[in-house]
């Protein structure tokens, strides 16, 4: 498992948002979110969810316990009108299991297609997880070889193109979609900083998962699925 992440250079460096990647014993666990709220106070409690994530996700076996131990962690230290969405996952060898606290769903490409995870449903966000009235399950997602999971902290976000047409993000990560991830994930990036509606609402981090399963010596051992996380950071 090679993990990488990607950021946009026309982002702050004072920022909120937060992403980690993390080989456990249950899988890669994944966790992108960010912190609605400003200033330094803000990036304190993106700095804690990412500690408390690092350290809690070894010991975890499921992603509704781990969300209610962040949950326990991040709700005491909010600051009034703070809440942090996180979008958690756990890549295994041909599944990904997802809780979604808030954030957008992940987008899976597929053959050139993009297709939405609509089943997905989306919690509370992580210090509000105790109010709404149904704890989190898990979503379980089926994966290919060559799948890809394009992640990012907030949305929804618009490019508009020839005519002055308007596109999602979905669309254009069709559009721009190639064999290598590294080169999908740098056209996405190049396409919203030239593109994008309202350029203060650029997610600052995008992060690709490439599913590579490869194919197995023959009669010897079985083939190994690899997750690639491409960024630049």
């Given amino acids: 498992m090679r993990t990488q992440s990607s950021r946009?250079?026309?982002?702050?460096?004072?920022?909120?948002?937060?992403?980690?990647?993390?080989p456990t014993s249950f899988g890669t666990r994944i966790l992108i979110g960010d912190v609605l709220g400003t200033g330094e106070p803000a990036r304190?409690?993106?700095?804690?969810?990412?500690?408390g994530f690092r350290r809690l996700a070894p010991g975890e076996p499921t992603l509704p316990g781990l969300a209610d131990r962040m949950h326990s962690l991040l709700a005491p230290m909010a600051e009034d009108g703070e809440f942090v969405t996180a979008l958690l996952l756990t890549l295994r060898e041909d599944t990904a299991e997802m809780v979604c606290c808030g954030g957008p769903p992940p987008l899976l490409i597929?053959?050139?297609?993009?297709?939405?995870?609509?089943?997905?449903?989306?919690?509370?966000?992580l210090?509000?997880?105790?109010?709404?009235?149904?704890w989190p399950e898990t979503t379980t997602v089926p994966?290919?070889?060559?799948?890809?999971?394009?992640?990012?902290?907030?949305?929804?976000?618009?490019t508009r193109h020839e005519q002055g047409h308007a596109d999602s993000l979905a669309e254009r990560a069709a559009a721009l979609c190639a064999d290598d991830p590294a080169?999908?994930?740098?056209?996405?990036?190049?396409?919203?900083?030239?593109?994008?509606?309202?350029?203060?609402?650029?997610?600052p981090?995008?992060?690709?998962?490439?599913?590579?399963?490869?194919?197995?010596r023959p009669e010897t051992?079985?083939?190994?699925?690899?997750?690639?996380?491409?960024?630049?950071e």
């Fill in 44 to 51: 304190r409690t993106a700095d804690a969810a990412l500690g």
């Fill in 205 to 216: 981090t995008l992060l690709l998962a490439h599913l590579e399963r490869h194919a197995p």
């Fill in 183 to 203: 080169k999908t994930l740098e056209s996405i990036q190049a396409d919203l900083l030239d593109h994008a509606v309202g350029a203060l609402r650029l997610p």
């Fill in 8 to 22: 946009l250079p026309a982002a702050p460096r004072l920022r909120s948002d937060f992403h980690a990647v993390l």
């Fill in 110 to 125: 597929r053959e050139g297609r993009v297709l939405p995870v609509e089943a997905l449903p989306s919690y509370p966000p």
């Fill in 221 to 232: 051992e079985p083939a190994v699925a690899h997750w690639t996380v491409r960024p630049d």
């Fill in 143 to 158: 994966l290919r070889h060559n799948d890809r999971l394009l992640l990012h902290p907030h949305g929804p976000i618009q």
């Fill in 127 to 134: 210090t509000l997880l105790d109010a709404g009235g149904q």
